[in-house]
């Protein structure tokens, strides 16, 4: 079956200017999840979505995010004013959410730069 | 709070050898979950093993096998028989107690070069 998409692959915008990453998850999994991976780096976690239960935010560095999810299918990552230090590769990721079955799968990812 | 440590930021081994990655981690949750992933130069996250707390044996998926030594805190992946191939990026990463935790914290990554 599908894997999880993202769109775009590549954006490249000027500093100040809002930005919107988009993230389909695979078909019937429930929890989805952002990440940042900074050049040289690890992934940071954003934010996580499962089901119609608030979202955990813990993980957004600044109120300039946000993200939406509809129901249990796209999620958008917005970042309003964008910085050059927000330059990084947003990955998205979903999985069940059964025990056993949590194992996340992620997207090609979106490279931002911010110029 | 969770924390995963990798000590080894590169690693060059020959091909056909047999590798070991380290991975070492810390955690107050009672039951978790280690994973590995393989990061190519592509940039796509490749999941290649999991390993749960209770869990009895050692993961093995083809030629990963996962070292899972809970009292030490480690999980440590063996690649055996390595390919070119195989040349990428690692990354172990936890995931806490099954509801309220699951987001992943990953280590730094150790960069896996094969040589023929």
């Known amino acids: 079956g599908a894997g999880v998409s993202q769109s775009p692959s590549n954006k490249v915008t000027e500093k100040g200017k809002d930005v919107e990453l988009r993230c389909d998850p695979i078909s019937g999994h429930t929890a989805l999840y952002w990440y940042r991976q900074r050049l040289g780096q690890g992934l940071e976690f954003l934010i996580y979505?499962?089901?119609?239960?608030?979202?955990?935010k813990s993980g957004l560095p600044s109120d300039r995010f946000s993200a939406e999810r509809t129901g249990e299918s796209v999620s958008t990552l917005t970042i309003q004013r964008t910085q050059q230090e927000d330059s990084a590769v947003y990955l998205c990721a979903s999985s069940f959410y059964q025990i056993g079955k949590e194992t996340q799968y992620f997207g090609p990812g979106t490279r931002l730069l911010v110029l | 709070a969770q924390k995963i440590t990798q000590t080894q930021p590169g690693m060059f081994v020959q091909e056909k050898e047999a590798v070991t990655l380290d991975c070492t981690y810390d955690t107050s949750d009672p039951s978790y979950g280690l994973f590995w992933y393989k990061q190519p130069s592509s940039g796509e996250m490749i999941f290649l093993i999991y390993?749960?707390?209770?869990?009895?044996q050692n993961a093995t998926e083809g030629r990963y096998s996962l070292n899972f030594q809970k009292a030490r805190k480690s999980a440590n992946l063996v690649i055996s028989a390595s390919q070119l191939g195989d040349s990428a990026m690692y990354f172990c990463a936890m995931r806490g107690s099954s509801f309220g935790n699951e987001k992943l914290t990953f280590g730094t990554g150790t960069r896996l070069t094969i040589i023929p």
């Open positions: 979505f499962q089901g119609n239960s608030a979202p955990d």
């Open positions: 390993q749960g707390s209770y869990d009895q």
